[in-house]
Each structure stands twice: as structure tokens, then as C-alpha cells.
């Protein structure tokens, strides 16, 4: 029997989990790029592409979050509470979800005028999209990465009350200036849609501190 043949023997299955965490925290972190970046640029045929590249990375999030969900089922050992697997995967996929739909709406409103305030809160979703990157990598040894996730979940609640705060003044801001209803709606539709994505990064903190009291 080959040496790494008998080490596989003892080698949790549910180890193959990780690696679907790992590429669910790549692809989030990516899209979250890209949205900062979309959110600052004025050329219409590069939002484009940068339109169709959250586009691909939201697909593919979404069909590692059906990997990784197929595999979970043929487990019978795992790391961690089975349903507290199933809601972090899941909301860490409504946050690739939400970006996507930010992307969706500037495309179908390319007339409308891209704000400072949305770089401010873009980035804000990018820094929590990359807390929620590191703590999903440090499950792969949770109990000696507790520390490093709590921290982690400090800083996410600490990014959605500074998120909180610019989209009241970036809110109240945007319906002192004068312009036309049907662009008004577009501003709130998208206002709402990062508001919502943010909400999403909160979910996933949520969950990290859930399965942290279960494993203490």
C-alpha cells in the first residue's frame, strides 16, 4: 500500500469540503472587486465586461455552492453542524448574488449618474466580502483559528454599522437634488440593492459566530 494511500484512510472525508470554501471565498472576493471597480468607471463598453465577469463568477459560485451541498449530503462525519454549513454557504452566495444584481441594474441604467457615495459603500462591501474570505479559509482549522474568526465577525459588524451610516446620508443626500422621478428610482433601486447586499455580508457574520458558540 502506497504511503499516500494509507494516509487517505485516515484523512477525514469531510476535508474535501475546504477546498469548495476556498473557491466560494475567491469568487466572492473577485466579484466584490469588481464591483468597486464597476462603480468607478465611466467607459460603457468596460462596464460591460466587468458586468459579464460578475456574471461568470456569480454561475460559478453558485454551482460550487451545489458541489459542496451534494457532498455534504454523502457525508456522515462532519466539521460542523450540517444546516449551519447549508446557511453560511448559502448566504456567503447571496452576497455573489446581491453584487450580481447591482451589476444587472447598472446595466439596464446606463443613463444615470454613478455617485461618490457608491464607491464609498462598494468598498465597504469589498472589505467585508474580504473578512468573510479569510474566515471561511480559517475553517479549515476552526478551533485553533477561533480568535482570528471572532475578529473577524468583530470587523463585519463593525463594516455594516460604517455601511449603515452612508447609506442614511448617501439616502437623504440623493433625494435633496433635483432630478427627474424615473432617474430617482433607478438611484433607489440601486440604493436598495447594495443596502441589500450589505445586509447579506451581515447574514454570513451571523453564521460564523453560530457555528464559533458550537464548537466552544
Known sequence: MKKDRRLSIFTPRYYALFPFFESIAQNLVKAAELLKELLNNKDPEKNTEI??????????GNNTARETYSLLN????????????????NRAVDVLDSINRVGNIVHFSKSFE?????????????????????????????NSSKDKIMKGCANLNQLDKKASEIFDSGLAALFTTRKEIAELSKEKQLFETLHRCMNDVGSVAESFETILIKIS
Open 51 to 60: 458586468i459579464n465577469r460578475i456574471s461568470e463568477l456569480e454561475k460559478t
Open 74 to 89: 454523502s457525508l456522515f462525519i462532519i466539521p460542523f453542524d450540517r444546516e449551519d454549513i447549508n446557511k453560511l454557504v
Open 114 to 142: 454613478k455617485l461618490p457615495v457608491y464607491n464609498e459603500i462598494a468598498g465597504v462591501i469589498y472589505l467585508g466580502s474580504y473578512e468573510i474570505g479569510k474566515c471561511l479559509m480559517y475553517l479549515k482549522d476552526a
